[in-house]
């Protein structure tokens, strides 16, 4: 353990604090200036509609990218090798079904939240209020992955073993993360993202360079290099199963991941909304092209990342460091280019949670402030800007939930945790918006029941997996109250989200043929998509 101490010890708290303080700085600069023209709720939710295909793109990527992105997944195939590699492919294909089935459809369907599609053809409130509490859990899981994600880092960087100076930094975390979506919106939080997309892609990429430049430019000496490091087990680098091959119950648990990657992004809320900030449908699909190729590039880097990691710095050491997994890529950073490279990563890593988490707190605090309380609570007899205060006044909530979720999921691994909200995201929202995009006989009640059961069913299953308590790095220590065998609940909550849809669907009589029709004609047109979104 003596090359961890020199490890942490060898960095310099001044400086990365240092780095990351002239992030935020700037940032902030940013964030105020655009929030000079954040003036209606079309501003504040959807950045005016004003951001062009290209920008939206790489913004896309840089809520996407998130610690899971970095932090995780490099952690995951420094320490399991091939089967760590898996989320990154899960993660990529999970685009294509974005980008072929709800990217331009929702762009002309909706105006600024998930709500708005489901509204446009079935009963107001109860799908409003059912869309809001979806978003709201949804997020709340994805933002204790980020959380996580800064708990660690700090953990390493200033070497802090504490759990409760952990916590302060994961408080601070949020309280900066709340300043950036009250003053900024939309914008703002669009313009840091695509600041910190830029910053994580050309890291990546130095770091990329300068790993296979140690090994003569060879992916075989690398891949070398990671399997001699690692020992006796080193063969199993580079081979499937290491993780999820051991057992039958394994190898469920990852055709339960991959499910659960592949189908979640075109149900995160996050993701859905950033669809709203662009003018036309058209613009709506160039931004997913683009996030396609930023975030295909950056999953490509983290391959070598990854076993860079393993091969320069060791997974004993990694497993073994504050942080855990999750300290992969600063643990790297440090191996190649001292404290000051360290810093920088680190600053970028930090940019990555906070931009990802203002993503998260802007749409979860839009939706319940547009959804629930603007046409559920108030039945549409409101004003933008009474919206927007109350808008506000939720990301403030959300942020201090967040902050003591974060403090408990404190040394998760963070793609494990985002793998989770993936799940509930298409065990609950994404039956509902391909029924109501594509099933004419689709009523009210089957969105009801696809919500509510495919949220039930995935959280009750994440309750009691070994993810929880009773696994081999559970949330909840000294305890076992597990019953489900898998950590991920995808491979039944999924399927039960799409039966429930069917079954609540064709128990109903209700039925609207004229707006479905409608409906269709707008999503697929965008016919009439430009006044409705227009404030």
């Given amino acids: 353990m003596t090359v961890l101490a020199q490890g942490v010890e060898g960095n310099n708290p001044v400086l990365n604090i240092s780095i990351f303080g002239a992030f935020v700085v700037v940032t902030l600069v940013v964030v105020f200036r655009a929030s000079r023209n954040t003036k209606s709720a079309a501003d504040y939710y959807a950045g005016g509609r004003a951001f062009t295909g290209p920008q939206n793109g790489v913004a896309i990527a840089g809520d996407y990218l998130s610690a899971a992105s970095f932090l995780g997944i490099a952690g995951a195939i420094a320490v399991n090798g091939y089967d760590g590699f898996l989320y990154s492919i899960g993660f990529l294909v999970a685009w294509l079904v974005a980008l072929l089935l709800v990217a331009e459809l929702l762009r002309n369907t909706g105006k600024f939240t998930m709500g708005d599609v489901l509204a446009f053809r079935l009963r107001q409130r109860p799908v409003r209020a059912a869309a809001a509490t979806s978003t709201l859990i949804v997020s709340f899981f994805y933002l204790l992955a980020q959380m996580a994600g800064a708990g660690g880092l700090v953990a390493l960087l200033l070497g802090i073993s504490d759990t409760g100076m952990q916590a302060l930094v994961i408080a601070a975390v949020g309280v900066i993360m709340i300043v950036y979506v009250l003053v900024g919106g939309m914008k703002g939080t669009t313009w840091v993202q695509i600041i910190k997309a830029a910053l994580l892609i050309v890291g990546g990429v130095v770091m990329t360079v300068w790993v296979l430049a140690k090994f003569g430019f060879n992916p075989s000496a690398l891949l070398q290099g990671a399997v001699d490091k690692a020992g006796a087990l080193g063969e199993q680098l580079l081979a499937p199963g290491k993780q999820y091959g051991k057992t039958e119950t394994s190898k469920l648990d990852f055709l339960s991941l991959g ?260 409906m269709e004609v707008r999503a697929l047109t965008g016919v009439g998509a430009e006044k409705a979104t227009s404030h």
């Fill in 259 to 518: 499910i659960a990657l592949v189908l979640g992004t075109a149900g995160l809320p996050h993701v859905l909304m950033r669809f709203y900030t662009v003018p036309t449908a058209k613009e709506a699909r160039r931004s997913v092209v683009w996030a396609i190729g930023l975030i295909g590039l950056f999953y490509l880097l983290t391959l070598v990342l990854g076993y860079g990691a393993g091969a320069l710095v060791g997974p004993d050491v990694i497993a073994g460091a504050p942080g855990g997994v999750n300290s992969a890529a600063p643990l790297l950073a440090q191996a190649l280019g001292g404290p000051v490279l360290l810093g920088i990563i680190a600053a970028i890593a930090f940019a990555t949670i906070l931009a990802v988490v203002a993503g998260l707190t802007i749409t979860a605090s839009a939706s319940f402030a547009h959804d629930v309380y603007a046409n559920v609570l108030r039945k549409g007899r409101t004003t933008p800007e009474k919206e927007v205060r109350v808008a506000r006044i939720t990301a403030v909530v959300i942020g201090a939930v967040a902050i003591g979720g974060g403090i408990l999921a404190n040394g998760q691994n963070v793609a494990f945790l985002v793998a989770l909200a993936f799940a509930v995201a298409a065990s609950a929202n994404l039956p509902t918006i391909l029924y109501s995009l594509f099933w004419k006989r689709f009523n009210t009640s089957g969105a009801l029941w696809s919500i509510y059961g495919g949220l039930v069913s995935a959280i009750v299953l994440i309750i009691f997996s070994p993810a929880v308590s009773g696994g081999p790095k559970p949330m909840i220590e000294g305890v076992d109250f597990h019953w489900f065998p898998l950590e991920n609940p995808g491979l039944v909550s999924i399927p039960l989200g799409f039966l429930l849809g069917w079954l609540g669907t064709v128990l109903s009589k209700e039925k609207d043929d004229a707006k479905h029709a409608e």
